[in-house]
């Protein structure tokens, strides 16, 4: 495992060498430099209390954090025992999740900021699924990284392509390549990690020391799944960084909270951990004031899965309804097995713009059509599963009089 030079020298000088000695002897260090207001009576009433810098983000709201992930899995675990039954693969017995093994800050974009840092010198590869969102992209150009795709094929459902992975580490740029995304159910595919999958591209990343960063966002949000689909969160076959946070499990973009929580063999986890932790302690991004919200807000998590899971699985059966109905039969959906967009398949004889702003002039409507997520071919557009179920009901309904028109030569 090769990591940044970004992350400088953490050999300690002299004086830190000095320090470190004495608080291990217990003995307490005051500083003629202290410049932290808050260690002299001059915090505002508003912001009370005094501030200690935890690059990793406050212990006690990490260990609120660790409490409710370490529930969750354990959850996740007797659940996925159950569908044992069903053909689902086992899942192995959870461990208490380590606070000192999450980083709090404040996206999962942040997330993929700073890990970009820790693996990736300026021209170094990381690998992103495509189809996919254009996040890694954008982040990998500010972040001077290149980004390469490896493909996600359509046979009835998606899956990874294993093969063309490893071709493109056997290609001559492949010892470039620092770090793999898995999107852990991909945007806008739907598509899950399957055992199988999982298994490849752990051992895969193990042998030639590659990170895998997990995007694991939309996990909860299940549609139709198979069975044996589990988080990468925890995996110990490999260096792995799994990312979450409430932007989607509260369903609310503005409360920016994300985390990264860090897992695999032991020698590289405490490597990866003590050059992240230079990372965090220059960002020192999270804040106190926040923090102290952590339990409520992780308190307010299972209603709001509830509630988003219902929406989305309902619309997701009008939608199927609905295209049932509709007497040309030329629209269909492609099989989504979790998150909240799906993709809406159309004759490819109609351009992907011209349908978006047919959509725009007719119904006052607009759209993300498929060459927004690289999507091979021509004739597919993203649809939101988050409206409620009679402006659902309308946007379907638009994008299909949206084709027909288009597929009738007098309109």
């Known amino acids: 495992m090769r990591f940044s030079s970004r992350v400088g020298s953490t050999r300690l000088n002299a004086i ?94 942040q997330a993929y900021s700073w890990l970009f840092k820790l693996m990736c010198d300026p021209g170094d590869i990381v690998l992103g699924p495509k189809p996919g969102y254009p996040l890694i992209e954008s982040i990998g150009g500010l972040e001077g990284v290149e980004t390469m795709e490896y493909q996600l094929r359509f046979d009835g459902s998606w899956f990874i392509d294993v093969p063309s992975v490893e071709r493109l580490l056997d290609g001559e740029r492949g010892e470039k390549v620092r770090a793999i995304v898995l999107i852990n159910p991909n945007n806008p595919t739907g598509s899950y990690v399957h055992p199988g999958e999982r298994e490849a591209m752990v051992e895969l990343c193990r042998r ?114 609905v295209l049932a109905a509709d007497e040309t039969g030329v629209v269909s959906v492609l099989r989504a097995e979790g998150g909240w967009n799906v993709l809406l398949r159309f004759p490819s004889m109609i351009d992907e713009n011209e349908l978006v702003l047919r959509l725009i002039h007719d119904a006052h409507l607009t759209g993300q059509p498929g060459y927004f997520f690289d999507m091979a071919a021509n004739g597919y557009l993203a649809v939101s599963l988050l409206p409620v179920p009679e402006v659902f009901a309308r946007n379907v309904t638009a994008v299909l009089d949206a084709v027909a028109a288009l597929m009738d030569p007098a309109s």
């Open 208 to 321: 030639r020391g590659i990170a895998i960063i997990a995007d694991e966002v939309f996990f909860d949000y299940s549609l139709e799944p198979f069975a044996g689909n589990r988080r990468l969160a925890g995996e110990r076959g490999a260096l792995v960084f799994a990312l979450d946070g409430f932007s989607k499990s509260l369903a609310a973009p503005h409360a920016k909270v994300g985390w990264i929580e860090v897992s695999g063999p032991d020698d590289l986890v405490a490597e990866a951990q003590r050059r992240l932790d230079v990372i965090a302690d220059d960002y020192l991004p999270f804040s106190d004031i926040i923090a102290e919200r952590m339990p409520e807000l992780l308190g307010a998590v299972p209603g709001q899965l509830r509630r988003v899971r219902e929406r989305t699985q309902s619309n997701l059966r009008t939608l199927h309804a």
């Open 16 to 109: 830190a060498e000095a320090e470190r000695a004495a608080r291990a002897a217990g003995i307490g260090l005051e500083t003629v430099n202290d410049s932290n207001p808050t260690h002299h009576g001059l915090a505002p009433a508003q912001v009370p209390g005094v501030y200690t810098a935890q690059p990793r983000g406050p212990l006690a709201a990490r260990e609120a954090l660790a409490e409710f992930l370490t529930g969750r899995a354990r959850q996740e675990t007797a659940e996925g025992r159950q569908g044992e039954d069903d053909g689902g693969a086992p899942a192995d017995g959870p461990e208490h999740v380590d606070p000192e093994r999450l980083y709090l800050l404040s996206s999962t974009s």
